[in-house]
């Protein structure tokens, strides 16, 4: 299997590079929790169509080792720099989900852009969810800590209550069986309980607001308009404003989970942006 290691402290980090050598590069991003098994229907249909699809296990996250530090965002920024460097990609296209979001933009705001030619939001949490003076209408800092809090009594029943709602299978359209419901919930449990512990904390403060303006490159900002993970007006529309070269796409009753229910669009709305 792929790995190498971290440049900020050696950790052993597995990837995935599927398709031809000298295809046009996709980076995968993933949400928090998830490994990159969680864009099986973005990565190998674009990897099909001549696309280089690589995507990075985070630390304590999939494959890569489980470890007790690095899960501040300059870490994992350093970390998605570092395969970039690994794997000496030029022109890439990083896109992220969620977490990804912030991680590609502290990436590009302490690496520059020399490898990157354009980024893409998937749901994504950047700015932040977290309110703070720019963003008022944001989650309180305390009801995040006290989810945490349930999450590290119970895991299992913390991924397990809230995966309807991360795909909104309440909305029309959003048919996703509870056998692969039941998949990524597994899949979030074999993210450590270290890894996860730590990234919510990371999550309950982060703030990009001041880097995102920097980011002057094309970007693309994909989200759902029933996204209770990040909320549209909180996390894409204030993006979508704050990045120069931004385009919001906004999908109709997709939640968080968009690329399982929306993912034939997804797919497509990357194909374009990433060929473009």
């Known amino acids: 299997m792929p790995y190498f290691a971290s440049p900020a402290d050696g950790t052993r980090l597995h990837y995935v590079d599927y ?17 990159s098994e969680m864009w099986e229907f973005q990565m190998p249909r674009l990897a099909e169509e001549g696309l280089r699809c690589v995507g990075l296990d985070r630390r304590g996250h999939g494959r890569s080792d489980d470890v007790w530090g690095g899960f501040d965002l300059d870490t994992l920024a350093d970390d998605l720099h570092g395969l970039l460097d690994h794997l000496d990609l030029r022109e890439a296209t990083l896109i992220g989900h969620s977490m990804g979001s912030v991680e590609i933009t502290r990436c590009l705001s302490r690496h520059g852009t020399v490898r990157v030619a354009r980024v893409a939001f998937v749901a994504g949490i950047a700015p ?29 029943a913390f991924f397990r209550d809230g995966v309807d709602a991360f795909f909104a299978v309440d909305r ?13 919930v597994d899949r979030a449990l074999i993210s450590t309980p270290r ?22 490159l094309p970007a693309l900002v994909i989200h759902g308009t029933h996204d209770t993970s990040a909320p549209l007006e909180t996390t894409a529309h204030r993006a979508a404003r704050l990045l120069p070269e931004a385009t919001l796409k906004v999908y109709e009753d997709a939640g968080h989970g968009l690329f399982a229910t929306h993912a ?6 990357l194909r374009e942006f990433v060929a473009h």
């Open 19 to 35: 398709g031809p050598a000298d295809g046009p590069v996709a980076v995968f991003v993933n949400s928090a929790y998830l490994g």
């Open 172 to 184: 029309p359209g959003n048919d996703v069986s509870p056998a692969y419901r039941d998949h990524i």
């Open 264 to 269: 034939e669009q997804l797919t497509a709305d």
């Open 128 to 156: 932040g969810v977290v309110r703070t003076a720019d963003n008022p209408d944001g989650v309180d800092q305390d009801v995040m800590l006290a989810a945490n809090e349930v999450c590290r009594r119970d895991r299992a």
């Open 195 to 216: 890894s996860t512990a730590a990234v919510q904390a990371m999550i309950a403060v982060v703030d990009v607001t001041a880097e995102l303006p920097k980011l002057d």
